[in-house]
């Protein structure tokens, strides 16, 4: 809901800038620029806007502040979807997960057990990546695009953000990243962030689990790792 408003949004942000630069109005390509300019340029009289240009920039205007209001009554829902509800709120504390990463994921998925783990739950959004087997080596590929492609583009968006200040954040999973990327590019560690996003979330709420952005998993049979100490 709140993606599609904002599409809308954008699309009619962009028909008044376009009709503005045909009449030689050029100013800074962003909605706070055009915000704080529209309205003295609609009503200057001195500018070449006829008539009819003017009032299809004041019905845009007019579209475009409503759209806005109905987004941030809808951020303002999904805030207090994640205030109130145990699972939202937990999965948002995930860095790349938002309220409205979280609050869709919780709203849309419902019972987490229904996937037997993480694998199947990465695999049901598509975030899994593609294997191509040839000469006994595996290849991964793209990611498969398959499930939920609202859900699969909010953790994509979110993980995007995350990679971007990984560099800023002390925890485990940021200094994982931080490696990844280094070794691996952007757009794969944008990825995979999305997809141990999606299989952290599952673990959380399916087995009823406490976040620690410092966990350290440990398979069966491993020992785990001694954490460093602190000189006094």
């Given at each position: 809901?709140?993606?599609?408003?904002?599409?809308?949004?954008?699309?009619?942000?962009?028909?008044?800038?376009?009709?503005?630069?045909?009449?030689?109005?050029?100013?800074?390509?962003?909605?706070?620029?055009?915000?704080?300019?529209?309205?003295d340029v609609l009503e200057d009289a001195s500018n070449e806007l006829p008539g009819i240009a003017r009032l299809a920039l004041q019905e845009a205007r007019l579209h475009w502040i409503e759209l806005e209001c109905h987004i941030a009554s809808c951020d303002?829902?999904?805030?207090?979807?994640?205030?109130s509800d145990a699972q939202a709120k937990t999965a948002a504390q995930l860095a790349?997960?938002?309220p409205v990463t979280a609050s869709a994921l919780v709203a849309t998925v419902g019972d987490f057990k229904q996937f037997k783990n993480g694998a199947q739950f990465g695999s049901w959004l598509g975030l899994v990546p593609r294997q191509n087997s040839s000469g006994g080596k595996t290849q991964l590929g793209r990611i498969t695009?398959?499930?939920?492609?609202?859900?699969?583009?909010?953790?994509?968006?979110?993980?995007?953000s995350a990679v971007m200040t990984a560099h800023k954040r002390?925890?485990?999973?940021?200094?994982?990243?931080?490696?990844?990327?280094?070794?691996?590019?952007?757009?794969?560690?944008?990825?995979?962030?999305?997809?141990?996003?999606?299989?952290?979330?599952w673990a959380l709420?399916?087995?009823?689990?406490?976040?620690?952005?410092?966990?350290?998993?440990?398979?069966p049979g491993e020992v785990p790792p001694?954490?460093?100490?602190?000189p006094t």
């Open positions: 809901m709140v993606a599609e408003l904002a599409r809308v949004a954008a699309r009619e942000l962009g028909r008044p800038v376009g009709l503005l630069t045909e009449f030689g109005l050029v100013f800074a390509q962003s909605p706070e620029a055009l915000r704080l300019r529209l309205a303002k829902r999904i805030a207090a979807h994640v205030r790349g997960i938002g695009k398959r499930g939920d492609d609202y859900l699969r583009t909010l953790l994509i968006q979110g993980a995007k002390s925890d485990r999973i940021s200094q994982w990243l931080v490696q990844l990327l280094a070794r691996v590019g952007w757009q794969k560690a944008v990825v995979a962030l999305a997809n141990k996003n999606a299989r952290i979330v709420l399916a087995k009823g689990r406490e976040f620690d952005p410092n966990h350290v998993s440990v398979k001694i954490p460093a100490v602190m």
